[in-house]
């Protein structure tokens, strides 16, 4: 009658140590697939996360602002006057302007449309012309995010140089576009922008004053 041995069963180590490689292999993946779902909810989620945050503070800042700068020049206001209501020939010296298009006059005074670099445009109007003192301007587009209106007052100084003065009065009704008016753009940058191109075009470096 044959024995048979009841001992423990033996283990092929070989196939041990293969199934720990894989069991550990199968745990880096399932770490590494997590670390990537990890970061694709980042990704997708902080620009929401930051849009929604962009918003939300837009939606609390008032929709209306008053902004006004100046700077002094070495010409007349004639010539300061022939400068800023020649529309026409703004891309000239402002390089925010590439192309200017005339419009039918509105109430008897101009209307001109301004694009940009970049495609964009924006119509104007004049609402207001005393020459060679002041100039009122609005967009005259509603559908935009942004509207209101800009007030030139040209004064002659003793020296016989002139002070340009610009106040904006301006809306904006899109949360996006006020929260970077506000923090972003400034109020003011606009202004800036355009006394320092009317002082290259006379070849003269302008100080902005408030």
Known sequence: MTNVSRGKPKYNARV??????????????????????????????????????????GAF??????????????????AIWQAIT??????????????????????????????????????????VMVPPRALVTRIADPKLPFGGTWTYEISSQ??????LRITEDGETYNPIFRFAARFVLGYSRTQEQYLRALGAKFGQSVTIEK
Not at 61 to 78: D, E, V
Not at 112 to 127: K, M, T
């Open 16 to 57: 041990w140590k293969c199934g720990i490689a894989k069991s550990s292999r199968m745990a880096g993946e399932r770490f590494v697939m997590r670390r990537i779902r990890a970061i694709i909810f980042v990704l997708v989620a902080l620009p929401a996360l930051i849009v929604l945050v962009v918003v939300s503070i």
């Open 86 to 127: 020649d529309y026409e020939k703004f891309p000239a010296w402002r390089k925010d302007v590439v192309k200017v298009e005339a419009l039918p006059d509105l109430n008897g005074k101009p209307v001109w449309r301004e694009f940009d670099r970049h495609g964009g445009s924006i119509p104007f109007q004049v609402l």
């Open 61 to 78: 800042l008032p929709s209306q602002h008053i902004s006004t700068r100046a700077a002094r020049f070495l010409q007349p206001p004639t």
């Open 158 to 163: 003793a020296d016989g140089s002139s002070l």
